[in-house]
DNA sequence: CGCTTTTGACCAGCGC
DNA sequence: GCGCTGGTCAAAAGCG
């Protein structure tokens, strides 16, 4: 992987406040939509469309009730069913699950994480493979899945499966930089980047 | 040499 | 019970 190289400051969904703008170069964000598939499955949809590449999301915006956009239909109903015995018993205790599609000509968003693909399949009504991923650090058990959509192929679909516990190394890296800045200068310098 | 990626096999849940 | 499907494993290959 890549984070030296590309340590972005970026996305960390820790249902908190912390959320930041997920998305670097080579995207097109006028078209971004969260999906909140919390535990419990209501699958609840929450459909973001934002105007300006520069807007931040807050975490707040994934809280409402149900969108009815039709693009949710690449999500299967199963998303909400934990399977796998060697690894229930983590996804139960990290069950938070958080996916988006956004338009972007890669594949794979450097979140900051550093990710380690465990598998690759092609599923049904789409004809890209699904790729898994597992975050590499010792002892967290993130899982995240990226797709095209199979509908349109422009599309990515991410999905994050469990919370990280811990920081994301990029997230550490620019901490001690943020140190050395003036806050409110270092908040548009980060918004400047996207 | 250590880490990541690839990829086929395997397993479990679900619907019929 | 069987087949389909999605998710994971693990050995081998690749890469820096």
Known sequence: MNISQN?????????????INPFMDNNDFSNLMFFDL???GNN???????SSPTSIVS????????????????????????????????TKETGHRVAFRT?????????????RKYGKKSVKNNINK????????????????VERDGDDAAYVIT????????????????NDMVLSYDHDNWNQHSLLRS
């Open 7 to 19: 340590p972005s400051p970026n996305f960390t969904y820790f249902s908190d406040e912390n959320y």
């Open 38 to 40: 919390d535990e419990g």
């Open 44 to 50: 609840g949809l929450i459909e973001e469309e934002i």
């Open 59 to 90: 975490s707040e915006t994934f809280t409402g009730e149900s969108g009815g956009s039709g693009s949710a239909t690449t999500l299967s109903k199963k998303e909400s069913t934990n399977r796998g015995s060697k690894e229930s018993g983590q």
């Open 103 to 115: 338009r972007s000509k890669i594949d794979v968003m450097d979140d900051g994480f550093k990710w």
């Open 130 to 145: 699904r790729n898994y991923y597992k975050c590499s650090s010792e002892g967290c058990s993130v899982k995240k899945r």
């Open 159 to 174: 999905t994050y499966e469990g919370v990280h516990n811990h920081e994301s190394p990029s997230h550490v890296y620019y």
